[in-house]
């Protein structure tokens, strides 16, 4: 009798001992949850269970939104399941410019974020800011060949950089006619944003005013201004620019570049099946988000069309009179804020440069970037 009490007393403390590991440790805390936004549970493979949220800023509706959406379902669906993503859309949850503090306290998991978001947290990213960085229309070269070496600046400060997302093209919306040289702009009064942009605006030959975006449209309207410099997605379009003015000039170079970002915090609890999964979905996002982003440029152009404007695209060597100024004006003034490191990304930059010149593209396929070796 007594040995049996004896087991049962051992059997009772085991079961009391599992129930705290289960709890971690922590009386609070119900058996199979903890902190992070992840469940506690496991899966038939042993991947713990995560439930998370994801954050865009921009408006709901959009191509860019629903990639977030799509994004989403190939991240829960590659992962088997193991990571549920609840999306807040317009910034719903977190606004874009609190998105940096968010991944990094890891209150959100996925947000979209932006170079002009994070430059002031990491300096050596402004580069990436300075117009003609890139090209707009080598979506996958940029974006799988910029992002490890942005991992690099942005991993230590407790966010990682999924994929860099589809840019727009800069264009010029006007009053007074279509800007086919940078001497087009002499004396022309052009909206801008930012300390990089205005430099280059007025080495272009045009008086830099800078205006937030909520107060382009009466600057337009009223005159206050010829034209601005502005994204053809993010502004003109969301804007309606050509609504007020009759003529667009369509430039070769890219808006700056914007990202869809993970707290890493959260990536450094994935076990390697589930960042491999993560990795695939991204995979699947970048081919979808390629395709939405020409299709709604095709739209776009046909609403200027529909609308009676008049619009001209540069050809690559006109834009490149408008580049060529710009790289040698912005490259020595972000490089001296962000320091050897944004030197390496500018020389990374003018590498994808040199190689669209020189190649054909291949839209939906990942280069090997052997040649960045």
Known sequence: MKKMKSMAGILAILVLVLTMMAC??????????????????????????????????????????????????WIKEYTDGTVNIEYYPGGTLVTDPESVAALQENTVQIAHSAVTLMEPTIHSLGVLAVPGMIRPDRFFEYAYGLRDALNQETEPYGIKVLLPTPTGYVCFPSSTGI???????????????????????????????????????????????????????????????YEIVPYITETTIGEVISFACMSMEAWDQLSENQKNGVNKAVDEYARWIEEAANAFRTEYEQKLVDNGNEIYALTDAEGKAFVDPALEIGIPSAIESGGENAEKLADLCEKLRDYADNNPYEPGKIPSFDWLK
């Open 179 to 241: 800007y086919k040289k940078p001497s087009d702009l002499n004396g022309e009064n052009v909206r801008v944003a930012g300390k990089i942009v205005g430099d280059t605006v007025q080495a272009w030959g045009g008086n830099p005013v800078t205006i937030a975006s909520n107060e382009m449209v009466t600057a337009l309207e009223r005159g206050t201004v010829k034209t601005a410099y502005v994204g053809d997605i993010t502004l003109c379009d969301s804007w309606k620019l």
């Open 24 to 73: 971690n440790g922590n009386p609070d805390n119900k058996a199979g949850e903890t902190d992070s936004g992840a469940s506690g549970e496991t899966s038939a493979s042993e991947d713990q269970v995560f439930n998370w949220k994801a954050s865009f800023g921009g408006t709901p509706g959009t191509f860019q939104s629903e990639g977030y959406v799509k994004l989403c379902e």
